[in-house]
């Protein structure tokens, strides 16, 4: 049985550049020690692209009103063809070293509940890649030099225990809100929430929006506000890599360093997860928007 089982929800092939950065992204995957890889949905071109790369494809999937894969079937789909423990969500345009493999086995070692995430680099990337013998090594040159470490905000990937998720809102995949009920979850549910960016390098191949409604960011899109019901409320949606309360170093899971930032999330957050008070988070939440604004 294999350690951990990848799985995503490809945007259509249609458009030339989604389908070379989702083609590299997938491939690097597949490059992984110890790994299964699912994609789910029936996009223009993801059967083709499936088997192309020697992948597990499920086609159907139950979907949004505009068609967007929902996540609690995308979870269970996982589950269900793949039994291993461990699962990772990963955005399809995300490419990944072996370090991530490595960092899940520094990870279930010491926890058997946790969540990981981290920070991407952005970087723009247009051609099929090669994956020669040292492909590794040449592209984490190139993406110092190159590419950009993304703030703090959204994560690109989760990765997990069987033990954790069993269940989860029928959230979109693809919209703003879900990414930040996963933080929040664990959070509020006591497994460690790991911030893994010191061990874990992940690319993110810049793409504009043009595969969603009039070009839009995802945070702009209605069914984002469906999310944010799903997940109980904004509160519950503005958790990020700041309210992380753990972090991966050379394999270890250590406590989270404190700065201003994080402090102020802390104080922010504490309401919501220990005394169930959207009311009295919000209103810290608001006083620091005005507190910016002096």
């Not at 590299?24 to 029936?42: M, R, Y």
């Not at 269900?80 to 370090?99: G, H």
Request: hydrophobic fraction near 45%; glycine fraction near 6%.
């Amino acid at each position: 049985m294999s350690l951990i089982t990848i799985f995503s929800a490809p945007k259509p092939f249609s458009d030339p550049h989604i389908a070379t950065i989702q083609c590299n992204a997938i491939a690097s995957w597949t490059k992984l020690p110890d790994v299964n890889v699912i994609l789910l949905g029936d996009e223009p071109g993801l059967a083709e692209a499936a088997a192309d790369l020697g992948v597990v494809h499920i086609r159907e999937i139950p979907r949004s009103p505009s068609g967007a894969p929902l996540m609690d079937a995308m979870f269970r789909l996982a589950r269900q063809a793949s039994p291993t423990p461990l699962y990772a969500i990963v955005n399809a345009d995300i490419i990944l070293f072996d370090d991530f493999v490595e960092a899940a086995k520094k990870a279930s070692a010491q926890k058997d509940k946790f969540v990981l995430m981290g920070q991407r680099w952005d970087m723009e990337i247009t051609e099929p890649l090669d994956f020669a013998q040292d492909w590794q090594e040449q592209l984490r040159l190139k993406v110092k030099s190159q590419g950009e470490l993304h703030r703090p905000a959204g994560s690109d990937y989760f990765l997990f225990s069987e033990l954790c998720y069993s269940d989860l809102p029928a959230f979109i995949i693809g919209r703003a809100g879900w990414d930040n009920w996963m933080i929040y979850h664990a959070r509020k549910n006591g497994f460690p929430a790991i911030d893994a960016t010191t061990d874990v390098m992940i690319i993110h191949q810049n793409h504009d929006y043009a595969h969603l409604p009039g070009g839009q960011p995802h945070y702009k899109h209605p069914e984002t506000d469906d999310n944010i019901r799903l997940a109980g409320g904004r509160p519950m949606t503005r958790f990020t890599l700041l309210d992380t309360d753990k972090r991966l170093v050379n394999g270890k899971i250590l406590p989270q360093r404190l700065n201003a930032a994080r402090l102020w999330r802390r104080i922010e957050a504490w309401p919501l997860l220990a005394l169930n008070s959207t009311r009295l988070s919000n209103a810290l939440w608001r006083f620091k928007q005005l507190f910016r604004k002096t």
